[in-house]
T-cell receptor, first 117, second 118 residues
Framework: GESVGLHLPTLSVQEGDNSIINCAYSNSASDYFIWYKQESGKGPQFIIDIRSNMDKRQGQRVTVLLNKTVKHLSLQIAATQPGDSAVYFCAERSQGAGGTSYGKLTFGQGTILTVHP | DSGVTQTPKHLITATGQRVTLRCSPRSGDLSVYWYQQSLDQGLQFLIQYYNGEERAKGNILERFSAQQFPDLHSELNLSSLELGDSALYFC?????????????????FGPGTRLTVL
């Protein structure tokens, strides 16, 4: 069949605004979640992570919220800057039967964040 | 800079050919992971090696294989290349085997190899 490129969600904000990027994950057995930032021409860069036994974790200018009831993850970026412009991916780690999945991460489709000066 | 290195940065080849992508993990990391990023499939896990042994496998094609050497660097071999294999290939590394606490299992990604099959 014909391949169709992914149509990524986009978020456009003004410099200094707060940004919220959302992600729905698929596996209720996932025990660990990570947010990555990918700038054009570069590899994914680790931002922040959270374990399934937590519902909130804060870093420098970033906060991750986890709602296991609805399998939803969000990344909040405070005082967004032009350098934050990138594609943001959430990833989940699911432990398979007998722990066979190990480090396999399943990535979301990504969200394009554009910050206007 | 994550500390993970990948070579080459770009690779252009023809259908039916075979290529090898190389990855050196961060110093001290024992696990290496390979991912494929394409426009229509996003980031997909291919395979993981831990201390020389295969640890987890994703939807890796039979035409693809990988190994991790005693010095912990890894190679991803892609053979009988097809147009659809054109993609970015990323390597990531972590301290431990990926199934434990996040502190030792955070995956750090390299800059990638862009493969173009003509």
């Amino acid at each position: 069949g014909e391949s169709v490129g992914l149509h990524l969600p986009t978020l456009s904000v003004q410099e200094g605004d707060n940004s919220i990027i959302n992600c729905a994950y698929s596996n209720s057995a996932s025990d660990y979640f990570i947010w990555y930032k990918q700038e054009s021409g570069k590899g994914p860069q680790f931002i922040i992570d959270i374990r399934s036994n937590m519902d909130k974790r804060q870093g420098q200018r970033v906060t991750v919220l986890l709602n296991k009831t609805v399998k939803h993850l969000s990344l909040q970026i405070a005082a967004t800057q032009p350098g934050d412009s990138a594609v943001y991916f959430c990833a989940e780690r699911s432990q398979g039967a007998g722990g066979t999945s190990y480090g396999k991460l399943t990535f979301g489709q990504g969200t394009i964040l554009t910050v206007h000066p | 800079d994550s500390g993970v290195t990948q070579t080459p940065k770009h690779l252009i080849t023809a259908t039916g050919q075979r290529v090898t992508l190389r990855c050196s993990p961060r110093s001290g990391d024992l696990s290496v992971y390979w991912y494929q990023q394409s426009l229509d499939q996003g980031l997909q896990f291919l395979i993981q090696y831990y201390n020389g042994e295969e640890r987890a496998k994703g939807n890796i094609l039979e035409r693809f294989s990988a190994q991790q050497f005693p010095d912990l660097h890894s190679e991803l071999n892609l053979s009988s290349l097809e147009l659809g294999d054109s993609a970015l290939y990323f390597c990531a590394s972590s301290v431990a085997d990926g199934g434990g606490p996040p502190k030792t299992d955070t995956q750090y990604f390299g800059p990638g190899t862009r493969l173009t099959v003509l």
